[in-house]
């Protein structure tokens, strides 16, 4: 009998975006500044002194990429809420027009049968609250429940999915680390375990003003950076286990690591990190706040690009095992390692025993506009098909997966690389804002329709 090579009835296909990335009309309709409005006008941070001031002009052109997602067959759209589009200072005065922009593109994505799955947080830190402080003050915490409150409070009748917070190890680690992100600061280790612990303190008040005021059953999700992820170089036990260990060892770099911010989350309580002394780091904890983390959510999303390939030294630890010379990479140098859709699904399941979604994954590619008009994009194909493999995989093994988010539905502003790194399924002439879907969208399309069948 045929094999069965489909995913689970209720898997859903989707495509990821963010507002920064996106959206331009960076000061359009009464919108306020965010932190990455500022740092991409400040010369040296972003390449080619590129800025999301237009991006991909979304917030005109939505219905040009409503068409496409229409024709690509997107059962989902995952996009994010920029802050201070909706409170232009941060907190206070609520910005109506704002509001207006993405009632309207939950409007238009339900009108085509596509679900809405929206991202509170991904970087747009309004610039009036990095001047009190940003994540460096507990005040945040308040303005980021006021903040969602509005927003909860605007679209929750019809929005079900919400991912409170992207990847705190870029907003967190990299901003304020000296890491490439905005604002660009390097803040010493108390402060960054300090913002580290607000971050999470908000991402738990938003749990708690979603279960409170929506007003639809609400499926709730978190979604750190899955780049600290080892998988075994065999399907040794002690290679296994040595991998488990590393993924979750919160050692030498504890807020790069997973552990960090989903044990709190999840478990309710900062991870053990042997060897390295964060104690005296920590800042206070008062009696309420592990609470206030883990408030229960009902997924992790998980942005898996790559993994570490890892073994066991024999005496209890985790050797990372140096890719090949020539290996496979992507535009942005990253190693191509399907694995990682099969491994990082099954340690975090196994550690959280909390469903999962692949909130992002994809490749950034040298994508252009061939003589006949088409963009070929063969990489992005084969690339996709070895990775989603990896995936069927672990859900057929029961691993609870509920869906993927390609990232993204087009190429968009990629952060310090401006628009040199393309990661869409759909080609933007940044130029003149006209989109092509690559041969990879018409693909996906496909495997929509088939439910996974034909990768
Ligand atoms: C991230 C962010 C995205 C990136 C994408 C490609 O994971 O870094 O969520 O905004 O653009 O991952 O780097």
């Not at 020539?326 to 191509?336: E, H, I, K, L, S």
């Amino acid at each position: 009998m045929e094999e069965n090579r489909r995913f689970p009835e209720n898997f859903v296909w989707g495509a990821a975006s963010s507002a920064y990335q996106a959206e331009g009309a960076y000061r359009a309709d009464g919108k306020g500044l965010s932190v990455w409005d500022v740092y991409t006008h400040e010369p040296g941070h972003i390449f080619n002194g590129d800025t999301g001031d237009v991006a991909c002009d979304q917030y005109e052109k939505f219905d040009t990429d409503l068409t496409i997602m229409k024709e690509l067959g997107l059962q989902a759209y995952r996009f994010s809420i920029n802050w201070p589009r909706v409170i232009p200072d941060g907190c206070g005065q609520v910005n109506e027009k704002g509001l207006d922009f993405y009632d309207r593109m939950v409007e238009r994505l339900l009108e085509n049968d596509i679900i809405p799955y929206i991202t509170l947080f991904h970087w747009e830190l309004p610039y009036g609250l990095y001047l009190k402080g940003g994540w460096l003050n507990r005040d945040i915490v308040q303005y980021f429940a006021e903040y969602v409150s509005v927003v909860i409070r605007r679209l929750s009748d019809r929005v079900r999915f919400w991912i409170t917070e992207n990847e705190p190890q870029c907003y967190i680690g990299a901003a304020l680390h000296g890491g490439g992100h905005a604002p660009g600061l390097k803040v010493g280790e108390k402060d960054i375990f300090l913002a580290a612990h607000h971050s999470l303190l908000a991402h738990g008040s938003a749990v708690e003003v979603i279960r409170e005021t929506a007003k639809t059953a609400s499926v709730i999700g978190y979604a750190p950076a899955s780049w600290h992820l080892w998988s075994p170089v065999s399907d040794l036990p002690e290679d296994i286990e040595a991998c488990r260990r590393e993924t979750f060892r919160a050692g030498d770099d504890p807020v790069g690591a997973t552990s960090w911010w989903l044990d709190p989350v999840i478990l309710g309580r900062y991870p053990e990190t042997a060897g390295y002394p964060y104690e005296k780091y920590l800042p206070e904890i008062r009696p309420e706040d592990m609470k206030m983390i883990s408030q229960p959510i009902d997924f992790i999303g998980m942005n898996v690009y790559q993994t570490y390939r890892g073994k066991a030294d024999g005496e209890g630890n985790c050797v990372t095992v140096k890719a090949l010379p020539g290996a496979a990479q992507t535009n942005a140098g990253w190693p191509v390692t399907p694995e990682a859709l099969y491994w990082g699904p099954r340690f975090y399941w196994e550690r959280y025993h909390k469903k999962l979604y692949i909130t992002e994954n994809g490749l950034s590619n040298q994508d252009w506009v061939s003589l006949d008009g088409k963009v070929h994009d063969p990489q992005r194909i084969d690339f996709l098909r070895r990775y989603l493999r990896k995936l069927r995989e672990a859900v057929r093994e029961g691993i609870p997966v509920e869906g993927y988010f390609h990232w993204a539905l087009t190429d968009n502003f990629e952060w310090a690389s401006g628009y040199s790194n393309r990661f869409g399924l759909v080609y933007t002439d940044f130029a003149s804002q006209e989109r092509i879907i690559k041969d990879s969208g018409q693909w996906y399309s496909r495997v929509i329709s088939s439910n996974g069948e034909i990768i």
